[in-house]
């Protein structure tokens, strides 16, 4: 059975360079079918794109280009935007040339409408899946969840904590976990991520009252400073001038109440800094989640996510 992956992670693994390394090769990859990787080079102007295949260099034609281009369901840019990265294919075809050299014929089409078909179809609410991260924008993180079919996390869904920006959290090329919100029909699905980033609880569990912490700014109200200590965790510190959202800061932590989802914290000190983001800690890594329950049993207010 293929395993359907977002674009790149398939491109240097022992297999797909052995199919690459020869047309013979290449020939049998065709016959079986096999969906392959190999980075885009040029886009002419008739938006086909060439494919560096190692030992020869193949066309993808515009038709096959991506899934919806036949029809403009889907912008020519789907293509363009593939130069210098990994694109997914099959071997469709080996043309000969007129001075006799191979040149194959590729589909990244047909390889989108299996994903599609054979994988994001059978997708249910609550699965959890590989995803890369492909552009960020106010509202949301777009990712590629299988041979380059995007979805969207949007922002609200990215963590607890409240950010301004999905570069908050994110950036171009990661590659994340996400689970699977819904799956409309035709096999687009709509994603979350806070769910994975763990419960109230399991976040509190790395803190004790009476530390100094490390904790990112995300708003200043007249009431106090929202401080972020891990994504699914943020306290409440008290007023102090000079402190902006984005800032970096050392806080002490004075309390943590289960009962009230709340953490008490002194902001210490606050600068800017221009900190690499760490990569999500997941408390859940894969699998199948059907409800998810953010807050205490203790507490006084219920936040849940169901997927059933």
Request: charged residues 25%; negative net charge; contains cysteine.
């Amino acid at each position: 059975m293929t395993t359907y992956r977002p674009e790149g992670l398939l491109i240097d693994t022992p297999e797909n360079c052995a199919y690459l390394k020869s047309i013979s090769a290449l020939e049998e990859a065709m016959r079986e079918g096999r969906c392959l990787e190999g980075r885009a080079v040029v886009c002419d102007s008739a938006h086909n794109l060439y494919v560096d295949l190692g030992c020869t260099r193949g066309i993808i034609p515009r038709e096959e280009g991506a899934l919806g281009i036949e029809d403009g369901s889907t912008r020519d840019i789907a293509i363009i935007s593939r130069v210098n990265k990994p694109v997914a294919f099959q071997v469709i075809a080996i043309d000969r040339q007129g001075d006799g050299a191979p040149r194959p014929i590729l589909s990244r089409r047909l390889v989108q409408k299996a994903c599609m078909e054979e994988y994001l179809t059978q997708l249910r609410p609550g699965d959890i899946i590989d995803a890369r991260v492909t552009h960020l924008e106010p509202f949301g993180c777009f990712v590629d969840v299988g041979c380059g079919i995007s979805s969207l996390i949007p922002i609200d869904s990215i963590s607890v904590s409240r950010i301004s920006h999905p570069r908050d959290r994110f950036h171009v090329g990661q590659d994340i976990r996400a689970v699977v919100r819904q799956v409309e029909p035709g096999g687009r699905i709509s994603l979350s991520h806070k769910e994975l980033l763990g419960t109230w609880e399991e976040n509190a569990a790395l803190f004790c009252a009476g530390e100094t912490v490390a904790g990112i700014v995300r708003s200043v109200e007249s009431y106090g400073i929202f401080v972020e200590l891990s994504p699914n965790l943020a306290g409440l510190a008290e007023p102090k001038e000079n402190v902006f959202p984005g800032q970096h800061a050392s806080v002490y932590i004075k309390s943590l109440i289960p009962e009230k989802m709340k953490v008490k914290l002194i902001i210490v000190d606050s600068f800017d800094a221009a900190y690499r983001i760490q990569p999500p800690r997941y408390f859940i890594e894969g699998g199948h989640i059907s409800r998810w329950q953010y807050s205490p049993d203790s507490s006084e207010r219920l936040l849940e996510s169901r997927f059933d």
